[in-house]
């Protein structure tokens, strides 16, 4: 079996795509961790994802792990952090790719630093001693605020020369689309499960997604008391029990006649013939303002839309669009850079086209659904 050996650029690209593309374990060993801004940089933010296991092991008394990384790290409540005293290895396990390296979890490791990295085929061999390791660990409760002058010089330097780029991060603390999403799709499965669904448009051709959203449209604005537009911002505090309670309560007096709901499902449709666009071609401005008219955010919005139109060359938007859906995967970074790309096409538009473009695999984000969610207890 071949060894592969990474250093330099290959290094710090081939761990961010890996911690990218985790679907259940993000796992770092690393005596040394610098600041949020870099880490974030290196491992991206899919460890936010409430169903990764994201352990990290450190060594808070010989090495340091900074007070804004630790800060954001335990905001996520996915995170367990650990310390061993006089830890040296470096190790990054994600699902079953496995990292062993000279560098530590800092900017100053991977962009100014000649460091090499080898990715270890015997798996179970590193799982077990991380694991035994993790055991002998002890919880992290807090940090220092600040750094002794000599550690902080030493592997976290705020200007090192850089010899290497860190990829790019712009999404903020985490990734708050794919974070939301999970949190989306586990009321989903709840409100399926107690519902068994409506049926009716089951046999229209709703999705669970689009059900769900059309029952959070309810709550916010059909319900004669509309009780989930107070929870803009406040998360409603109910048990277990009584979550269940109130969407079987709502569920059973929300109102839906055959086929009501079909202009939702033409609009969808329709969004789905019309992109992508072919690539290369200059696409009729009609085109776009059919699509633009497809989305809710921007009935809301009346005046968006003409403004989007004019104020953009409809081939950016076409290239900025297929873009965004042909994607391998979607994430906030990819978000931001296309409403970047798209003057006054914002978040609640972008998130409505992907929800509409892929119906069983990304909810619909907005107001409504949030307040729905904040409704139920979920602190999104």
């Known amino acids: 079996m071949s060894t592969i050996i990474l250093s330099g650029q290959h290094l710090v690209n081939a761990l961010r795509e890996h911690c990218d593309q985790a679907k259940e374990r993000i796992w770092i060993a690393s005596p040394y961790i610098g600041n949020f801004k870099d880490v974030q940089k290196i491992i991206g933010g899919n460890w936010m994802r409430s169903h990764i296991d994201f352990r990290v092991l450190t060594d808070v008394e010989s090495g340091f792990i900074r007070h804004d990384t630790y800060t954001g790290f335990i905001a996520s409540p996915n995170t367990e952090i650990r310390s061993l005293f006089n830890l040296h290895a470096k190790i990054y396990l994600i699902d079953d790719w496995c990292l062993l390296t000279s560098a530590n979890l800092t900017g100053m490791a991977f962009s100014a630093r000649h460091e090499v990295g080898q990715v270890v085929s015997g798996l179970e061999q590193v799982v077990k001693l991380f694991d035994q390791w993790w055991k002998k660990a002890q919880a992290v409760s807090s940090v220092p605020k600040s750094l002794p002058k000599s550690l902080a010089d030493r592997e976290d330097l705020p200007k090192p020369k850089r010899l290497y780029k860190l990829p790019q991060y712009t999404s903020g603390a985490g990734d708050q689309f794919l974070k939301k999403c999970d949190q989306f799709k586990e009321f989903a499965s709840l409100y399926e499960s107690v519902t ?185």
């Open 196 to 380: 068994g669904r409506n049926q009716q448009m089951v046999s229209d051709g709703f999705t669970l997604y689009e059900e769900v959203d059309y029952f959070f449209n309810y709550l916010y604005h059909d319900h004669p008391d509309k009780p989930s537009k107070e929870y803009t911002k406040e998360v409603r505090s109910l048990t277990s029990r009584e979550v269940k309670q109130e969407i079987c309560r709502y569920f059973k007096i929300m109102s839906y006649e055959p086929g009501s709901g079909l202009w939702r499902l033409e609009r969808r449709d329709r969004i789905r013939e019309i992109l992508p666009f072919k690539a290369g071609s200059s696409p009729r401005k009609e085109k776009i303002e059919e699509v633009l008219d497809c989305l809710h955010c921007l009935h809301s919005y009346g005046w968006h839309k003409p403004i989007i139109l004019a104020e953009n060359d409809p081939r950016s938007i076409a290239r900025a669009w297929n873009r965004l859906i042909q994607a391998p995967s979607i994430n906030s970074q990819l978000i931001e850079e296309v409403i970047g790309e798209i003057k006054h096409f914002g978040m609640s538009s972008t998130c409505e086209l992907i929800a509409w473009y892929y119906p069983e695999k990304y909810p619909m984000i907005n107001r409504n659904s949030e307040s729905g969610m904040r409704f139920f207890g979920f602190d999104i």
